[in-house]
């Protein structure tokens, strides 16, 4: 059974907005307000939803619902997408006694559509109708697109004064490569915490976790994590208890952030980059991104090639500063390059049985600088040549 | 029958590299000192053959011949690999009278595999033993990979006081994103040029054609263009017919370039994007190369949807300053996007007829300043990654 934090509900109608024959409409309720924490897209385009709960948010910190749905994003739709998005709070608003300001709303889908009102009203009067509010499952999965399994993950920490739970769910599986944020995560939490304090260690989760992968290097407009924390449970965390709550939340973001890489669309594998020895960490960082999305060493992954050359190609066009001398590539803790040149003639067979598992480590050391990097990328498959052919159309 | 320069002949062999029942070894030879120009990859790893040939150039600006080898990149292999290259510029000045530094050496194919000296042995011994030697496409055959077509074009251009025959060729497929040069381009001229002169349009040449196109994203450790101008034509052109041959030059550059584009690996299609209204010029490449990057336009584009959302989200993330609002987007001539709204419900059904044709222009005005950029990019197929899942292992 899943544990939830005191104090939440979750519900999820059929609403039809895309998706036939399956929930698509969900709704977080938390049963008093609740501090609000949210980490934003930081794409120029910036869809209704984002916009909406980012005013929401700046109206008051404190919120009690997060409104979600799938098959339509809401995005470059202009006044009268805004238009929309605000009436869907209003309607959840009022169906379940908040201010409107209380909602904050998502949306994950096809961009430019015109969201369907119709599909709002009848998903509306499916949440109201519903029996028991414990399982927060059918919110993870009313929220999927072209995910392939749902990510939900929760944590209980037992403190001093009593026991906190943290309950995260996350979507994303294309358009995927957050910088600042990532597709939808939405983290509930019963602690008592003062929103700032909330919102800085969201945002310092969002950073080590959602931020630090790609699928395909293209960053959503509707990217969003929205975090609940309401107090339900009682428990007042103080100076070192919160250093070790955001260390919990952040591990369970990386958890969330693992799990969309593994949901690449179409793919097969998680590819691990270290990047270590850079001048500082934005170096680190910039090989980290550039070998991570190489469409040749995503594909070579995809086909178990060992093709080193490849990640040093990338490397070698990032911008970073380094010796080329210096560099050693490590692919599954083998070295396969040092000093500029390759460190054996067949590293093909002795890499063929790691390159067969699911996750595949590749470090990456330019130098002797203090600069490190962590970095998650799914491999190029052509499955999601098929997916992104042939989807919407 | 192809033009030849004056002066200019062309040998090609079977070295077996990697290819066997073709030919895979080309030399380009000048019959006298040609001026020579190069462009060169800006990889931070640049292959042996690349390092090989800037020396060559800088102890003289006057060069007699190209060779080039396909299979073998000769890229990040040390010491080894240099000296490799340097023993294979001997071997080449020995059989055909020149100094070692006379001759430009480039290589295609797999990185980090020690060059088999025993198949360039084998390769020249096929040099010498040709016949004939006034046919430039078996060079340009013997120099493809995973090309499926080779690449040459020739110009006449007549002038007061004769006619200037301009050759090209290049290769090209994958990892393609030429920064300051492409794959292989080989230009030969018989004008009677300087060799700054003549460096000085190359350049310009390379950066309005190889330098705008991408397949990947993925810039090369090989990438150079090289050019020789022999005065073989007897024609020395002053001002304005340097520049008219300059025009030339550029305009034969850029038909390579999309010859390289239409050939992208597994590509269907060649999509042109213009980017204009740009705060500057730099502005509009990053906006262009962004959108030209982007898995999920050029997927879009191989399933020819009008994915259109996909193109506004990718200019939001690519950094450039602009106003949502004032974004404009059309598909093939098409307004998809202005204002921040759709232009229409659905263009699906009038788009149609266009994202079935070979050649997509994709325009995106974001304002109104004189920023403008051009930039080809292919599609991303099913056989893309088929392809780069399979090649070399």
Same mark, same amino acid.
């Given at each position: 059974?899943?544990?939830?934090?005191?104090?939440?509900?979750?519900?999820?109608? #059929?609403?039809?907005? /895309?998706?036939? %024959?399956? *929930?698509?409409?969900?709704?977080? &309720?938390?049963?008093?307000?609740?501090? @609000? =924490?949210?980490?934003?897209?930081?794409?120029?385009?910036?869809?209704?939803?984002?916009?909406?709960?980012?005013?929401?948010?700046?109206?008051?910190?404190?919120?009690?619902?997060?409104?979600?749905?799938?098959?339509?994003?809401?995005?470059?739709?202009?006044?009268?997408?805004?238009?929309?998005?605000?009436?869907?709070?209003?309607?959840?608003?009022?169906?379940?006694?908040?201010?409107?300001?209380?909602?904050?709303?998502?949306?994950?889908?096809?961009?430019?559509?015109?969201?369907?009102?119709?599909?709002?009203?009848?998903?509306?009067?499916?949440?109201?109708?519903?029996?028991?509010?414990?399982?927060?499952?059918?919110?993870?999965?009313?929220?999927?697109?072209?995910?392939?399994?749902? #990510?939900?993950?929760? /944590?209980?920490? %037992?403190? *001093?004064?009593?026991?906190?739970? &943290?309950?995260?769910?996350?979507?994303? @599986? =294309?358009?995927?490569?957050?910088?600042?944020?990532?597709?939808?995560?939405?983290?509930?939490?019963?602690?008592?915490?003062?929103?700032?304090?909330?919102?800085?260690?969201?945002?310092?989760?969002?950073?080590?976790?959602?931020?630090?992968?790609?699928?395909?290097?293209?960053?959503?407009?509707?990217?969003?994590?929205?975090?609940?924390?309401?107090?339900?449970?009682?428990?007042?965390?103080?100076?070192?208890?919160?250093?070790?709550?955001?260390?919990?939340?952040?591990?369970?973001?990386?958890?969330?952030?693992?799990?969309?890489?593994?949901?690449?669309?179409?793919?097969?594998?998680?590819?691990?980059?270290?990047?270590?020895?850079?001048?500082?960490?934005?170096?680190?960082?910039?090989?980290?991104?550039?070998?991570?999305?190489?469409?040749?060493?995503?594909?070579?992954?995809?086909?178990?090639?060992?093709?080193?050359?490849?990640?040093?190609?990338?490397?070698?066009?990032?911008?970073?500063?380094?010796?080329?001398?210096?560099?050693?590539?490590?692919?599954?803790?083998?070295?396969?390059?040092?000093?500029?040149?390759?460190?054996?003639?067949?590293?093909?067979?002795?890499?063929?049985?790691?390159?067969?598992?699911?996750?595949?480590?590749?470090?990456?050391?330019?130098?002797?600088?203090?600069?490190?990097?962590?970095?998650?990328?799914?491999?190029?498959?052509?499955?999601?040549?098929?997916?992104?052919?042939?989807?919407?159309?």
């Amino acid at each position: 059974m899943i544990k939830i934090p005191n104090g939440f509900s979750f519900l999820a109608a #059929k609403a039809g907005f /895309r998706y036939t %024959g399956r *929930k698509d409409l969900g709704l977080i &309720l938390s049963s008093v307000p609740a501090a @609000s =924490g949210g980490v934003f897209t930081t794409n120029r385009f910036q869809a209704a939803p984002v916009q909406v709960s980012r005013e929401h948010m700046q109206t008051s910190p404190w919120a009690r619902a997060i409104l979600v749905n799938a098959g339509q994003a809401n995005a470059c739709t202009g006044e009268d997408g805004l238009r929309i998005c605000r009436t869907t709070c209003e309607l959840a608003a009022q169906a379940f006694g908040l201010r409107p300001e209380e909602v904050l709303p998502a949306s994950t889908g096809v961009i430019g559509q015109r969201m369907d009102l119709s599909a709002w009203e009848r998903g509306m009067a499916g949440l109201i109708d519903q029996g028991a509010k414990d399982d927060p499952l059918i919110v993870a999965q009313a929220m999927l697109t072209t995910d392939t399994f749902p #990510k939900i993950l929760w /944590r209980t920490i %037992g403190f *001093k004064e009593g026991t906190v739970t &943290l309950l995260g769910m996350a979507k994303g @599986s =294309g358009m995927i490569c957050p910088q600042m944020a990532t597709m939808l995560g939405f983290v509930c939490c019963d602690a008592d915490i003062q929103p700032d304090i909330w919102q800085d260690m969201l945002g310092q989760a969002a950073e080590q976790s959602f931020n630090r992968i790609s699928v395909d290097g293209d960053t959503s407009t509707n990217d969003c994590v929205l975090g609940l924390t309401n107090g339900g449970g009682g428990v007042r965390p103080q100076k070192e208890d919160l250093a070790h709550l955001g260390r919990e939340l952040t591990g369970l973001c990386q958890e969330l952030a693992y799990l969309i890489v593994q949901d690449a669309e179409g793919g097969t594998k998680v590819v691990r980059i270290r990047v270590d020895g850079a001048k500082d960490r934005a170096q680190a960082e910039l090989a980290a991104r550039t070998i991570g999305h190489s469409p040749l060493v995503k594909t070579a992954m995809f086909g178990r090639d060992p093709n080193w050359g490849r990640i040093v190609a990338a490397l070698g066009r990032c911008g970073a500063v380094f010796e080329p001398g210096q560099v050693r590539v490590r692919i599954a803790g083998r070295e396969v390059f040092q000093g500029g040149t390759p460190v054996m003639a067949d590293i093909d067979s002795l890499l063929a049985p790691y390159l067969a598992r699911q996750e595949i480590p590749v470090h990456v050391s330019i130098g002797d600088g203090p600069g490190e990097y962590d970095f998650l990328t799914s491999d190029l498959s052509l499955d999601y040549v098929r997916i992104n052919a042939e989807y919407r159309s």
